[in-house]
């Protein structure tokens, strides 16, 4: 077999194509401190300077060997063009949700409707998420030839969490259902509209995570109605690749999650990567699912290859960290994973 770009070879497997090996690429967030540090671009600036974000977004590949390169660091950047309260984080800490823009008690029968939006057409260009979308140009240009190019953003359900209190959204899927479709309906619009706009921007694949989507606090039969359907229409319904990622024991949804469209999944190591491969039976390809806090944050290199090989061995089109690679995760366990799969080439 002729000697594939790492660009060829994601693409590859996301078709479900027979390869010697599969790609070892995180769809879902990986810029670690190391990968900070070797770059030069660091949080929190990286998360509103478009040159920043893109350099630290193509350090996994450049520094790491990683067969992908991926921005949008992180789940808040919808929510603050809504007017959410977001801490921006440190160099070393996520930001973060501190406040809702908007009221939304089902206890007390207490409900703001879906009104006074940001502007649709304008919202892919706001804040942070304009800072994403031009980051995708500039990854393109310097990285698009032998790269895919990864753009993140958020599912409707979290999205709307964060708009109006996880809680409370979750205590109205049983006591205001109505009321809770009919936020989700408004920011699905929002979350198709500036998945657009990474796909315009120069992104290759949109990996929407969907965490507060989880079977944990969704069942199986609330997914398709709160969730899934969604998610089909605000990205598995774009032509374009796409990875849906949602977080803990997806096993009991990983049927429903196919149901989206989306080209791949992304699921934690929460799920026994044999099952895994058994439920999905060829419908779409899988992504992940080497744990995250262990091995690749705790664990030793020999423990992440040993995960990874496994990974391998059970199937996964592309192998990956099974969630967001924490921050950190040592240097070694990265190039860890990267040589259990690519062996020494």
Known sequence: MAKMTPRERVLAALRQESLDRPPVACFTTCDTIGMQNISGAKW????????LMATLGCAQADYF????????????QEADVFGAGVNIGTPTASPMVKTHPFTFEPMKNVYDEPENLPDLEAYPTMKRLGTTVEAMGIMKKTHGENYVIIGGNTGPFTVTGHLLNTENLIYSVWTAPDMAKKWLSAVEKYCKAFAEALYAGGADVVQ??????????LSPDQFPEFSGQYVKRALGDLPGK???????????IMPLMMDTGVTAISIEEKVNPYKAIEIVNGRTAVVGNVGCAYPLYKGTPEEVEKDAKVCMDAGFNVVSAGCGVPIGTPDENIR?????VKGDA
Do not use: N, W, Y
């Open 208 to 217: 929407m995570s969907e965490p507060s989507a989880s079977a944990d606090i």
């Open 242 to 252: 796409s990875v849906l990622h949602i977080c803990g024991d997806t096993s009991v």
């Open 44 to 51: 929190p600036e990286a998360h509103s300077d478009p040159k």
């Open 336 to 340: 860890a994973l990267v040589r259990a």
């Open 65 to 76: 060997g990683l067969e992908s390169v991926r921005s949008g660091f992180c789940l808040t």
